[in-house]
């Protein structure tokens, strides 16, 4: 399987580069072809342009400023996502990879009669993220009712691919996460993505 690795994280040193580079070893080691896409070593810009906002809902949207991660995307048979939440959301360079490159005629059409999107991911099989969050679990589940999750879920991988093997992996209190307990975490991604 060939598995397109967002990371979303400004520190080469933080912790989500930690679960990105365990996640790539366990993915390799199974015999899968992994592309690692580091979203800030590869300086995305996040920001939605005018050419492509203009176009947005015309037959002809302006993917030229993104056609090399859009081709990324487009080879990809899963997507492994990793990423800390912050204030119960993605991380703006990570949103706006969903804005840019989940794009229309890439990742869904427009339906002409204003009706539900139409899904185009057909490549993709496999939706998967590997989370933190300085929440505790309560606060996440029982409080806010885990946005994250219902976001990628219901809204980004129901709407655009189907038939999905979904799966989010999240450590909460991170902030007060020990060494054990993070170490306790990598094994956890570790026996999670040998399954894939």
Same mark, same amino acid.
């Given at each position: 399987?060939?598995?397109?690795?967002?990371?979303?994280?400004?520190?080469?040193?933080?912790?989500?580069?930690?679960?990105?580079?365990?996640?790539?070893?366990?993915?390799?080691?199974?015999?899968?072809?992994?592309?690692?896409?580091?979203?800030?070593?590869?300086?995305?810009?996040?920001?939605?342009?005018?050419?492509?906002?203009?176009?947005?809902?015309?037959?002809?949207?302006? +993917?030229?400023?993104?056609? %090399? !991660?859009?081709? *990324?995307?487009? @080879?990809?048979?899963?997507?492994?996502?990793?990423?800390?939440?912050?204030?119960?959301?993605?991380?703006?360079?990570?949103?706006?990879?969903?804005?840019?490159?989940?794009?229309?005629?890439?990742?869904?059409?427009?339906?002409?009669?204003?009706?539900?999107?139409?899904?185009?991911?057909?490549?993709?099989?496999?939706?998967?993220?590997?989370?933190?969050?300085?929440?505790?679990?309560?606060?996440?589940?029982?409080?806010?009712?885990?946005?994250?999750?219902?976001?990628?879920?219901?809204?980004?991988? +129901?709407?655009?691919?189907? %038939? !999905?093997?979904? *799966?989010?992996? @999240?450590?909460?209190?991170?902030?007060?996460?020990?060494?054990?307990?993070?170490?306790?975490?990598?094994?956890?991604?570790?026996?999670?993505?040998?399954?894939?």
């Amino acid at each position: 399987m060939r598995i397109l690795l967002v990371l979303a994280h400004p520190l080469e040193d933080s912790f989500a580069a930690s679960v990105a580079r365990e996640a790539q070893s366990v993915l390799e080691t199974s015999g899968h072809s992994v592309d690692l896409l580091d979203l800030y070593r590869e300086d995305f810009d996040p920001r939605l342009s005018l050419a492509e906002r203009g176009t947005y809902f015309t037959d002809n949207y302006d +993917a030229s400023s993104t056609a %090399g !991660l859009i081709a *990324r995307l487009q @080879a990809a048979d899963g997507l492994v996502l990793v990423f800390p939440q912050w204030w119960f959301n993605f991380p703006a360079i990570l949103k706006g990879f969903f804005d840019r490159v989940f794009a229309p005629g890439v990742a869904f059409d427009n339906d002409p009669a204003g009706g539900r999107i139409i899904p185009r991911l057909h490549n993709i099989k496999l939706f998967w993220a590997l989370t933190t969050t300085g929440s505790p679990w309560w606060v996440v589940h029982l409080y806010m009712g885990n946005p994250v999750k219902r976001l990628l879920k219901r809204g980004i991988a +129901a709407f655009c691919a189907k %038939g !999905l093997n979904f *799966r989010m992996l @999240a450590l909460h209190d991170m902030d007060r996460a020990t060494d054990a307990k993070r170490k306790a975490h990598l094994d956890r991604v570790r026996r999670l993505v040998a399954t894939i």
